[in-house]
């Protein structure tokens, strides 16, 4: 019945928005589930902060609204598994430094780059399955899904990632700054103005916090049940053969 439904989905277009916190294991989750099911993965993330590094190297602040705009809407942004293009030039690497981060974070609040954004992944999910990660999936930008995920964690495990992610990297910071970081960061996702992170009221909660390493837990249990969930609503989705 799995292949059944499988072959189902594969003729239509199938959006999985998974939302939450940054920390909370959305890029793992969505990765893997994409990878399993075929589909496209969006990291929109990435996509502001490629206009946060374009900001950057043009010496445009990122409180200047107006140009910060021009640059969203002016930028052209390729996704491909593991790697992203800002105007023909792989930035991968480029867009994960602390100035970056930060710099995606603040134009993030900005309408009119939240519009330049929305309009660009609205446009990559009515061409190709997704499993697309973010702030605003399920509530702005696809409130129609398929399949919605709210995933959370504890600002301390949270935290904790962040820090074995940067200190892989070479990156040395204090455990207190980055929860600094974190809580504001936190703070100004959830009350901007503009599509502030929420939980869609039809999205299944799930909490990643006692799925790490260091708990004895394993985030491939998550993707599983991610996996579940989405198999149970695509099969209600494909008439009920699931």
């Not at 019945?1 to 939450?20: S, T």
Request: hydrophobic share 45%; with cysteine.
């Amino acid at each position: 019945m799995l292949f059944y439904v499988l072959a189902e989905i594969k003729q239509k277009r199938v959006i999985v928005a998974i939302d939450g916190p940054s920390g909370a294991g959305k890029s793992t989750i969505a990765k893997r589930l994409a990878e399993r099911l075929g589909f496209t993965y969006i990291d929109t993330g990435a996509m502001y902060r490629a206009v946060a590094l374009w900001a950057v190297r043009q010496s445009v602040d990122f409180a200047d609204s107006h140009r910060m705009e021009q640059l969203a809407l002016a930028s052209e942004i390729d996704l491909a598994p593991g790697r992203i293009q800002l105007n023909n030039e792989d930035v991968t690497a480029a867009i994960r430094t602390a100035e970056v981060t930060n710099g995606a974070s603040r134009i993030a609040v900005i309408p009119g780059v939240r519009r330049a954004m929305v309009a660009k992944q609205r446009e990559i999910g009515q061409k190709v399955s997704v499993v697309m990660e973010g702030r605003d999936i399920g509530t702005v930008v696809f409130p129609n899904a398929d399949v919605k995920v709210y995933l959370d964690a504890s600002l301390e495990e949270r935290v904790h990632r962040r820090l074995l992610e940067l200190r892989a990297k070479g990156v040395e910071v204090s455990e207190s700054v980055l929860t600094g970081q974190m809580k504001e960061r936190d703070e100004r996702d959830s009350t901007r103005a503009d599509a502030p992170l929420a939980q869609a009221p039809d999205a299944v909660y799930l909490d990643s916090t006692l799925l790490s390493d260091r708990l004895g837990g394993d985030l491939g249990i998550l993707h599983r049940l991610a996996l579940l969930h989405f198999f149970f609503v695509a099969g209600v989705c494909v008439g009920g053969k699931f």
